[in-house]
């Protein structure tokens, strides 16, 4: 049976009716959300306001995507350490950590505490707590997935508003600074990679490693030529107070120094000398453990201000040359026409992929790329006992900009020497050990041995007699070396003749 056109009609006005009055409610749901929620809301928190007058301020332990941790909390947490040990603050557990001096603690509120702090009459409070991480695939979210996430709260009467937000709060900031500097161990880091409790006492894992940095070396005691020692510590001087020129010209605030010579002459004692006369912390940095680029741009964020940032041997850490290449190439061609791969090659090939993929790009980046303008006041130094082998690229101004060459004792460091060692400003044997070192080469590190006493009856003129006997040894085979060649130089000869 057929519908009448009236029933079609009747049916189709119900279908319109029905989508009009689906609209109205939609539109009606947003307009009530949008304007009675948004009063509802207000009064709200106008009623919150009445029945808890407090504002709060959160301060995180980690910046943005938690790739370094904020400079504000730890200013905090150092300001906080005073009042966590008054016994009137009210703190029941805390956090020790050791501090200078052999029995010293800085101690700290524990999670979950609450210390008050009166600020010109105006009180307010500060809560510890944490939360754990929320879970990612991430790098990051894997790095810090066993750690929990801190935080500091501050609490305080919104009439007090302008007070803590515009003083306190600044004042907080710069006494936790003085506080810092005053608690402070120098520190010589290394990136081994760990798992275990931070300087805070909660469980992550740590790119950087570190011991507290005890070494003795200062320019004082480094036997050098006293006009190229002044001219590095001047050359210090002015970068360390720098900053506004940095700033002015529009150059991030850092500084490479190549050091360059042969071994034992001093390059190493060199970079203590700089750290202890900076107070800067050092982080030495083994290449062949970072296994990419990626992995050096993340351990150089870590890394803090005023800190030496080191790369050891630097022509023997990677081959940073581009010769790798060139070399896996040419590898690869010979086994495509031998055939197949032996297996000796299969095996390098296999180490090569574990290994550190470090490039000479990434090495540059790390120098003077965008990432090397996070923070300031940093040294990069660069060692190597062939500065012919590195690329140019490498060392060129801009990236090394001040390359100092630590070259073989001279006269005038060796007198140097021998007032640290000996207590001796002149010695009947000072003109033999002159003439002899203009004769040979030999290492301020080998002369410092020879003048150390080794036993009760040992004294300035039995260790000086030593050093003479030393140099002329190294004379003797130096002669006996140009003799041997020369006769090797006339056979060669001899035998082209022939020919």
Known sequence: MEASPAAWASLNSGVVLSLIAVLCSMVWNNLEGLFFGRHFNRHARRLAAIVDPYLSVTVAEYDGGRMKQSDAYKEVQAYLQRASCDAGGGVRHLKAEPAKGADALVLSMGDNEEVADVFRGVNVSWQAYSKPPQENGGYWGRRHGQADRRFYHLFFLERDRDLVLGEYLPYVRREGRAVMVKNRQRKLFTNLSTEGTDDNGWWCT???????????????TLAMKPA???????????????????????????????????PGTGKSTMIAAMANYLDYDIYDIELTSVRTNSDLRKIFIETTNKSIIVIEDIDCSLDLTGKRKKKKKAKDAAAAKDGDKKDGDQEEEDKDKEGSKVTLSGVLNFIDGL?????GERIIVFTTNHVDKLDPALIRRGRMDKHIEMSYCCFEAFKFLGKIYLGLESHHLFDAVESLLGEVEITPADVSENLTPKSDGDNADTCLADLVKELKRMKAEKAQAALAGGKEAAAAADDGEEE
Do not use: Q
């Open 206 to 220: 740590n790119l950087w490693s570190h011991v507290v940095f005890e070494h003795p070396k200062t320019f004082e």
């Open 228 to 262: 190229k020692k002044k001219e590095i510590m001047d050359d210090l001087d002015a970068f360390r107070n720098g900053k506004e020129y940095y700033a002015r010209v529009g150059k991030p605030w850092k500084r490479g120094y190549l050091l360059y010579g042969p």
């Open 371 to 375: 990432w090397s303008a996070c923070g």
